[in-house]
């Protein structure tokens, strides 16, 4: 079974009344009503975390640094207790066909389900042969995880304008 995020906050020590009281202003915070705050509870504790996947384009790599670096929250409490981070190979431990394996059996498991962060940008000049992962063009990759992802997040510099990879005369 998947773990929840209730899992998660019990596992840290968080009581069951800190608990509920974390779902009521979550309610308010949002404009629903204490009303949502049962509802909220509810899905809390029964359903799993949404995993992510978040991958790396042609990019300079500094929202990874600044995220790795944050202060509040800790990096370490993102990605152990927030996030389902099951792809970032950045953080990640795995490399080569290791990382491969996991992402592939991440979009397998959770299809339609899972989170799609995007740090960076796909170049498309010779046919997206600037950024290459698992020897095949990054927007060949890009495209394929996106295509069931349940939400898609790109962000940062690069992603939004491209970066110091835009500038010219780079001919991604």
Excluded at 129 to 150: N, Q, S, W, Y
Excluded at 165 to 172: D, E, H, I, R, V
Aim: aromatic fraction near 8%; glycine fraction near 6%; include cysteine.
């Amino acid at each position: 079974m998947t773990e929840t995020f209730y899992d998660v906050l019990r596992r840290q020590g968080i009581t069951r009344r800190s608990f509920l009281k974390f779902c009521s202003l979550t309610a308010t915070s949002l404009g629903l009503g204490s009303a949502a705050a049962p509802k909220i509870a509810y899905a809390l504790e029964n359903k799993p975390r949404t995993p992510v996947i978040w991958l790396h384009g042609l990019e300079c790599t500094c929202c990874s640094e600044s995220f790795i670096r944050s202060a509040h929250p800790l990096t370490k409490d993102v990605v152990l207790s927030m996030l389902s981070l099951d792809y970032d190979d950045t953080l990640m431990a795995a490399a080569g066909h290791q990382a491969e394996a996991i992402i592939e059996e991440v979009k397998k498991k959770y299809k339609g389900n899972y989170i799609l962060a995007v740090e960076g940008n796909p170049p498309l000049n010779e046919d997206g042969m600037f950024c290459i992962h698992g020897g095949r063009p990054f927007v060949e990759i890009l495209k394929e995880t996106a295509a069931d992802a349940k939400a898609i997040i790109s962000w940062g510099s690069c992603a939004s304008w491209g970066c110091v990879q835009a500038a010219k005369p780079n001919p991604s």
